[in-house]
């Protein structure tokens, strides 16, 4: 008789306390796209919709140990990498996941919130390059990560963005998609970038105050979809209208006093069962 599983989704990162990125965005975008999320939570932030006010980064080896009990028992078929505060936890997550070699990767660099606020100690960027981006199947900067990450040159087009993107590549990453939404415009522009060629995806701008946790958002859906089988421009195409959906159902609900949350929960789809 054959054995039934879930789509298993691990995220690596950060605690939002308010609850509207981090973790907390990530298990409510893997539950929303019917798959089972887990976690291994990186440090814990104080923070709500109008910035972060506290860090606490956790031990590196607690981080290693959630990871190791979750591939150990359950079983992993798709990883999304959040924040990864210090040197030693991006080494730590490094090991491990050199370890378990899971199927697919999808590595948000967080490094700034949606608030300004920085949240990656500037020594870590360095070891992040050299040795996390090769493991990535796919990294999903903003246009202030792509600016960190590139140099430090403003990044005010679609060419500049798809540029940077390139010299991302270059550095060792499998593929990469260049988020547009900081750009000024009607349409959003975000462009995928590998070896073998580039793709756009646009889609119109929704006006919205409450954009608090899209990239966590994004790079969780595209990891759940990717778990859930779909090829990787297919899980971007699918997460982008996750998305959008999840901004517009939440538009006009006030939370907090600052940048509030999308609307996860617009649709959910009921957990998925696969054969094993």
């Not at 887990?38 to 959630?66: D, F, R, Y």
């Not at 006006?207 to 990787?232: D, E, F, Q, R």
């Amino acid at each position: 008789m054959q054995q039934l599983r879930y789509a298993r989704i691990l995220t690596i990162a950060g605690s939002d306390s308010g609850g509207g990125a981090g973790i907390q965005a990530d298990l409510k975008t893997f539950a929303a796209l019917g798959t089972f999320g887990m976690s291994a939570i990186t440090a814990v932030t104080a923070q709500n919709t109008k910035g972060v006010t506290a860090i606490h980064s956790l031990p590196a080896e607690m981080i290693g140990a959630q990871i190791d009990a979750v591939f150990d028992d359950i079983g992993v078929d798709a990883v999304k990498i959040g924040m990864l505060h210090t040197p030693d936890i991006v080494r730590t997550v490094t090991q491990r996941l050199k370890h378990w070699r899971p199927k697919v990767i999808i590595f948000d660099p967080v490094m700034v919130a949606t608030s300004g606020a920085r949240l990656i100690e500037p020594e870590t960027i360095e070891i992040l390059q050299r040795e996390l981006f090769p493991l990535a199947d796919l990294l999903t900067p903003n246009l202030d990560e792509l600016v960190l990450l590139t140099g430090g040159t403003p990044i005010k087009t679609v060419e500049e963005m798809e540029a940077a993107a390139k010299t991302l590549l270059a550095k060792g990453c499998q593929a990469v998609l260049a988020k547009g939404g900081h750009l000024e415009g009607p349409m959003l522009t975000d462009v995928l970038v590998t070896p073998t060629h580039n793709a756009r995806f646009d889609t119109p701008r929704i006006a919205s105050h409450n954009l608090h946790g899209t990239g966590c958002t994004l790079s969780s859906a595209i990891a759940a979809l990717c778990g859930s089988g779909l090829p990787l421009e297919l899980a971007i195409d699918g997460a982008r209208r996750f998305i959008a959906q999840a901004i517009a159902g939440g538009a006009d609900v006030t939370t907090g006093k600052g940048h509030g949350p999308l609307n996860h929960g617009f649709a959910p789809l009921p957990m998925r069962k696969f054969t094993t």
